[in-house]
């Protein structure tokens, strides 16, 4: 499935909207304007909230926990001694980790599971604002991996470091 995913440009918090393969809103996140660290509730269409993502604070390296209800998803974690290129991995509780790697500067990357990619992340045929083409395997949770691109582009790309 393919998704395009959209900062909203005049929002005091950080907010996306995130459109399906046939353009129609699928999802949205909305982050919270005064808080201590990043919070934000990823939500259907229709303002139900599917995610929490929850900045971990107090840590080395940028952390975020992603709540289903009152379940934790996952662990939303920039590698801290990637000296070359950044590395994330999402940590779901059990096994079949996820791992995002490439170039985060140009928004170009991908999630794998072991050896298989199941999603790639690009900016390439988009150069408005913070818009990105997202696609997912089938039979992937897509919004674990739209929650844990939101929190990537939020540690790669925070207010002071949008371009």
């Known amino acids: 499935m393919r998704y395009v995913m959209q ?3 005049l929002s ?3 907010s996306f909207t995130i459109k399906d393969e046939n353009e129609r809103d699928a999802f949205l996140v909305k982050g ?3 808080s201590f660290g990043d919070k934000l509730s990823f939500q259907d269409a229709a303002g139900n909230e599917l995610v929490y993502i929850d900045q971990r604070m107090l840590n080395w390296s940028p952390t975020y926990e992603l709540w289903r209800g009152s379940d934790l998803l996952a662990v939303v974690k920039r590698e801290l001694f990637s000296f070359i290129h950044h590395r994330f991995t999402v940590d779901v509780p059990g096994p079949d980790d996820l791992e995002a790697e490439g170039d985060f500067l140009d928004h170009e990357y ?3 599971r072991g050896d298989r990619v199941v999603a790639t992340v690009s900016k390439r045929w988009f150069t408005w604002t913070d818009t990105y083409g997202i696609e997912i395997a089938d039979g992937e949770d897509p919004v674990l991996i739209l929650a844990s691109a939101v929190v990537v582009d939020m540690v790669c790309h925070g ?3 949008r371009r």
Do not use: R
Request: cysteine-free; hydrophobic content about 45%.
């Open 12 to 14: 005091l918090a950080d």
């Open 32 to 34: 919270k304007f005064f």
């Open 159 to 161: 207010d002071n470091k």
């Open 7 to 9: 900062q909203k440009l």
């Open 110 to 112: 991908a999630f794998t």
